[in-house]
């Protein structure tokens, strides 16, 4: 049994990794199908969460009442999921060159409590590479683990536009890759069940990092 059947049997969990105006539409609409747990460092924030208040106005106050997504700033509860969704920002920094601390430190939390057999899907915005030559490299340094043996990355860009309430998640074809045929598959399959308008997979997560920026460069000239 796959990652995507043991989601869909509640056997295992779904984890997002920042609960931003990106992650948080994520989570929520996750939720609604499957097993969830929303990880932010911020207490604050996920107090708010808790107490049914979105401070990032995505989804809305009744919505996080709503929603069964379990709010946590604990990272030991990053154990009971497998598959993975770090969605935490990559902001430009003065001189213009990308900051990459804060997916920097989501990898080395998340790889803190990584278990064997899991997947872990970055959709920060980053230029190609930085899954595989700096994320990846971080998560086997602190979990003990094997990338490709004993556990699987992709990357899945996030194409929402913040405060767009016609373009969401569930209606704008999503960008899968993985390391190999087998995770892009099972990476698919799981976005699938909540993106209405399907997956699109591409070659490489070097692409997929690729096309991201091209898309962000297109969106924002």
Do not use: W
């Amino acid at each position: 049994m796959g990652i995507y059947e043991e989601l869909l049997d509640h056997k295992t969990k779904l984890s997002l990794v920042g609960l931003g105006y990106v992650g948080m539409p994520i989570a929520v609409e996750f939720a609604k199908h499957i097993d969830v747990i929303g990880f932010d460092i911020n207490e604050k924030k996920i107090a708010q969460y808790s107490s049914g208040i979105d401070p990032t106005g995505e989804v809305g106050d009744a919505a996080i009442s709503e929603s069964s997504v379990d709010f946590t700033s604990d990272p030991a509860r990053l154990r009971e999921a497998r598959f993975h969704i770090v969605a935490v920002p990559t902001p430009v920094n003065q001189d213009k060159t990308p900051e990459l601390a804060p997916i920097v430190g989501a990898s080395r939390t998340l790889g803190k409590q990584l278990q064997p057999g899991s997947i872990v899907v970055y959709e920060s915005t980053v230029y190609p590479g930085v899954t595989e030559d700096i994320c990846v490299p971080i998560l086997e340094e602190e979990s003990g683990l094997t990338c490709g043996v004993d556990f699987k990355v992709g990357y899945s860009p996030e194409r929402i536009n913040p405060g767009d309430k016609v373009h969401t998640l569930r209606t704008i074809k999503k960008i899968v890759s993985g390391m190999d045929a087998d995770s892009l598959a099972e990476i698919g399959k799981v976005y699938d069940i909540v993106v209405e308008a399907g997956t699109y997979p591409v070659s490489t997560i070097k692409t997929a990092e690729a096309i991201k920026v091209v898309e962000n460069s297109q969106r924002d000239i």
